[in-house]
């Protein structure tokens, strides 16, 4: 198939692109008083294996919550855990992620690893319910395994994100604490890419 759609003669010289009424990706490029029109194949991201997508869950711990929000979405960084192929998060008690979360549990949960420069990349999105932990034994090994984990992988700074004053240490991660815990359910999706 050629490139070369069509020639049309112009008054000025510009280089555009825009989708067209096909939703094609389309290049006009000025060529002397003419411009052609080209269509731009895209590259598509390949799909990351069921193995590839378990080692950047597990490899990462940090991930992006999108909640359906009032007006707009809400985007929020939250840190996770992996227990019995389930995501937690810890929640703190209060602000808005809580008041959309007992309006509409739907969420996208992300996550991502990439290299500085861009040269290799993938990520990873969950669309389920974000579900609160109620039942204590569960709760308590979630809990743990925060705990556990940040203490071997995080600066102890990072506790003030979880409401706890960085100087009291991890062991303040604790069950006894009113923490909410919070889990994802009833994936609908999990869409996995990479660079190619």
């Excluded at 960084?77 to 227990?83: D, H, L, N, S």
Aim: charged residues 30%.
């Amino acid at each position: 198939m050629s490139r070369l759609l069509k020639s049309v003669k112009v008054n000025e010289a510009r280089l555009k692109r825009y989708s067209n009424r096909l939703g094609a990706n389309v290049l006009i490029e000025s060529v002397g008083s003419h411009i052609c029109e080209q269509v731009l194949k895209p590259v598509k991201l390949p799909w990351m294996t069921d193995a590839e997508t378990a080692r950047l869950v597990d490899e990462q711990m940090l991930c992006r919550i999108a909640f359906r929000g009032d007006d707009y979405p809400y985007l929020a960084p939250f840190r996770y855990v992996v227990m019995d192929d389930a995501l937690y998060f810890h929640f703190t008690d209060y602000g808005k992620k809580m008041r959309l979360l007992e309006t509409d549990s739907r969420a996208c949960v992300q996550i991502e690893s990439y290299e500085p420069d861009l040269s290799e990349y993938s990520f990873v999105s969950y669309r389920g319910r974000l579900e609160r932990v109620t039942d204590a034994e569960e709760r308590e090994k979630a809990i743990r395994l925060f705990a556990e984990t940040g203490e071997k992988r995080l600066s102890p700074k990072f506790l003030a994100a979880h409401g706890i004053e960085p100087g009291d240490g991890w062991r303040e991660f604790s069950p006894d604490k009113e923490f909410v815990i919070v889990k994802l359910v009833d994936v609908v999706e999990r869409v996995g890419l990479k660079n190619p």
